[in-house]
């Protein structure tokens, strides 16, 4: 199923959404490309069906550029469009779907904003990622500062966020900004094999892992304990049984599990879907 409009070109295929975006002259954050965004992530609050939305760019040197400039003002108008990038950063970190960041272009201010607030990130050796601001005269917007305090820790944080210098890749992920660096050449084989394998899970498994893991961070033994609510529910289900069975059947806890855990996988799941 394929979805079109001025700023999104939406695609669909085996439980991925793939989203272009494409804001001339530079992929700025405008406010039409916000709502458009925006309007998009809600539409999935009940999509069963997707599991990853990849968000991309087709214009050849920008992922997103930063936020609109001419929105940054004191008029109501302005207050009012930074507040829905804001909320837009939020609607994405809530999706109960992966969302995943392909950068193989420039993405500062608001777009690399955009970028961490995705839950998988991967840059190429076209990327470049920044939080300049402060030479602007106001702080990050969409949560920038935040991230970064989070990722890097605060002299680290302090450093990009006072030079506002640019990241490659390499050092992006280096810095915990991006997932990791991936040549563009490679790229395409890199998703098929990354996300292949986690578009086969339900969405329950994706927003299961998001909800400890994010617990966990805020708070280790609130993570804790609801790592444990999730396992004993999920002992429970005759899904868990069926796939026991299978795995055990096909070499689980036998000598096969040292070299062939994949194959005893690919084995369980071929006979559970019969």
Do not use: W
Request: charged share 20%; hydrophobic share 45%; with cysteine.
């Amino acid at each position: 199923m394929n979805a079109q409009s001025n700023l999104l070109a939406i695609t669909h295929h085996n439980g991925i959404a793939t989203v272009a975006i494409n804001n001339p002259p530079v992929n700025v954050i405008t406010s039409d490309l916000i709502n458009a965004i925006n309007a998009f992530v809600l539409s999935l609050k009940d999509d069963r069906d997707t599991k990853i939305v990849v968000f991309k760019s087709l214009h050849e040197t920008f992922f997103l550029a930063h936020l609109d400039l001419n929105v940054i003002n004191g008029t109501q108008g302005g207050q009012a469009a930074s507040i829905e990038f804001n909320h837009m950063i939020a609607n994405i970190k809530a999706m109960k779907q992966l969302s995943v960041a392909l950068v193989d272009g420039v993405a500062r201010g608001g777009g690399n904003e955009f970028v961490m607030a995705c839950d998988l990130a991967y840059g190429t050796e076209n990327a470049a990622f920044a939080q300049p601001e402060i030479h602007v005269n106001i702080p990050t917007g969409g949560q920038g500062a935040v991230q970064f305090a989070r990722r890097m820790g605060k002299n680290k944080a302090l450093q990009a966020l006072l030079l506002g210098n640019d990241f490659t890749a390499q050092q992006a992920e280096q810095l915990n900004i991006i997932t990791q660096y991936v040549p563009k050449a490679e790229m395409d084989a890199f998703l098929a094999a990354t996300l292949g394998v986690i578009s086969t899970l339900e969405v329950r498994d994706i927003v299961m892992y998001k909800d400890i893991v994010t617990t966990s961070i805020v708070d280790e033994n609130a993570g804790a304990e609801l790592e444990l609510r999730y396992f004993l529910e999920r002992a429970k289900e005759q899904k868990t049984a069926s796939i026991i069975e299978a795995f055990l059947k096909h070499g689980g806890q036998t000598e096969r599990e040292a070299k062939d855990i994949q194959g005893i996988f690919v084995d369980t799941a071929a006979e559970l879907s019969k």
